[in-house]
């Protein structure tokens, strides 16, 4: 079984700066794909950015970008340019590929950190 | 385009009660999730159906069934209601289950059980 391991409960930021959430985890998987998913006051999952293992070059999607180090099984998040409206939970996520070997079996999730934007 | 639907947003059962919580999707997506969330933890999967006509167990199954009634809906059956399934339980839909196809998740049905 894999983990998921955020050890940010909460961060606070100013306005227009730059965060780094932080994300490890822990697998024997070889072939896998990370997620960063917002979840803001009103619930909602919300797909933030995805990055495939086997893909060397970090991904990125506009202001967010992420920090894929496979060796050390880190996964950080850069948010840019901080907006109030990034304030939310974000939760980093794992998905072994389902050729893998016993089937699909969803996202495994981490805790979460909490991100405050302040103004 | 409603995405995924859920019904209904909140409930409010007593021990040993039973209920169904809904999902739909009109994305024409092959694969279907039930996630819960607890306080101060990610989602759990519940169960998932990568396919109409199958259904297979989560990380936390137990005190659950499902149905994958057709391709659009997935419901989730608490069949004698305890305490600790007070959750959030949010339904998801991908495209299918083997591809990195994006999980598009509903808006949760907050469920407390007394």
């Known amino acids: 079984a894999q983990t998921v391991t955020q050890s940010q409960p909460e961060m606070s930021v100013q306005e227009a700066e730059t965060v780094t959430l932080s994300c490890t985890y822990d697998t024997s998987e070889s072939n896998y794909y990370l997620f960063w998913y917002k979840q803001p006051p009103s619930r909602q999952m919300i797909l933030v950015i995805r990055?495939?293992?086997?893909?060397?070059q970090n991904a990125t999607e506009n202001r967010f970008s992420v920090n894929f180090q496979k060796a050390a099984k880190s996964f950080s998040l850069k948010i840019s340019d901080s907006q109030l409206g990034d304030t939310a939970m974000y939760f980093c996520?794992?998905?072994?590929?389902?050729?893998?070997?016993?089937?699909?079996?969803?996202?495994?999730f981490g805790k979460g950190t909490h991100l405050i934007i302040q103004p | 385009n409603a995405g995924v639907t859920q019904t209904p947003k909140f409930q409010v059962l007593k021990t040993g009660q039973s209920m169904t919580l809904q999902c739909a999707q009109d994305m024409n997506h092959n694969s279907m999730y039930w996630y819960r969330q607890d306080p101060g933890m990610g989602l759990r999967l519940i169960y998932y159906s990568a396919s109409e006509g199958t259904t297979d167990k989560g990380e936390v199954p137990n005190g659950y069934n499902v149905s994958r009634l057709n391709k659009r809906e997935f419901s989730l059956r608490l069949e004698s209601a305890a305490p600790s399934q007070t959750s959030v339980y949010f339904c998801?839909?991908?495209?299918?289950?083997?591809?990195?196809?994006?999980?598009?998740f509903g808006p949760g049905t907050r469920l407390t059980v007394l």
């Open positions: 990055q495939e293992a086997y893909k060397q």
């Open positions: 998801a839909s991908s495209e299918q289950v083997t591809s990195t196809d994006t999980q598009y």
């Open positions: 996520a794992f998905m072994k590929h389902p050729y893998s070997g016993g089937g699909a079996d969803g996202l495994t």
